[in-house]
């Protein structure tokens, strides 16, 4: 039995070590490449190598308040989402790929198009919040062009939510191109919007907010949403 239990340690503690260097490659590599990970092997190689992951940040120019902005949508999506949260997003945000400042987080390169923007689950979308956000962009990251593909951004939402919604004043922000409904949006509503599978809320969720109803009366009633993407040019 001992043997058998010093196999099973040695195992671990093989796949430990084996998981640290594989992020740790990760994090050094030019492009971040496919980890074949579960989430708590992941994040357990990861809370070993934080300081690592903070000399990127610092070998990026970026400061310690950034770093924590940025890493602490870790633990605050696994905690929404458990083992249902990509690796890839983790993993893109411990390479500083993408990066906090304030309320929204960007990708730190911009694309052809500009510097892609994404929301955190993190409180109030303030316009306040919003114009610091951007304008911390356009500093840090001398951002110019910014793009955004989101459910949030759906026409569906204005009427409903009202002008004062800090959802519908975000989307205002940005000039949409097509808008294409169909099932990826109606997944990616219920699973930001509810956190659970599609079929889950078709069948079984009891709308509790005036956006919950929203969601739920259109897709019970055939309709389905969708994630346009819009652009935004930085103002001056």
Not at 43 to 59: G, N, P
């Amino acid at each position: 039995m001992s043997d058998v239990v010093g196999d099973v340690v040695g195992d671990a503690v093989g796949d430990a070590v084996n998981d640290v260097e594989l992020v740790r490659s990760a994090l050094l590599a030019p492009q971040a490449p496919a980890l074949d990970l579960p989430v708590p092997r992941f994040t357990r190689a990861l809370d070993q190598l934080h300081e690592e992951v903070l000399a990127r940040f610092r070998h990026l120019g970026l400061d310690a308040g950034t770093a924590e902005a940025t890493l602490a949508d870790v633990p605050r999506k696994v905690a929404a989402y458990g083992d249902g949260i990509d690796v890839p997003w983790l993993l893109g945000l411990a390479r500083a790929d993408v990066v906090a400042l304030g309320r929204l987080q960007f990708e730190r390169v911009a694309g052809t198009d500009g510097h892609a923007v994404h929301l955190p689950e993190a409180g109030p979308l303030s316009d306040e919040a919003v114009e610091d956000s951007l304008a911390r962009a356009v500093e840090v990251l001398g951002a110019r062009e910014f793009h955004c593909t989101s459910w949030l951004l759906d026409p569906l939402l204005p009427p409903t939510l009202g002008p004062a919604s800090g959802i519908v004043r975000f989307a205002e922000r940005f000039a949409l191109g097509p808008v294409e409904r169909g099932e990826e949006g109606d997944r990616a509503v219920a699973k930001f919007v509810f956190r659970r599978p599609l079929r889950e809320v078709l069948d079984l969720v009891e709308p509790r907010t005036r956006l919950e109803r929203l969601v739920v009366g259109h897709l019970r009633a055939g309709g389905h949403w969708s994630e346009p993407r819009g652009s935004l040019s930085a103002q001056g």
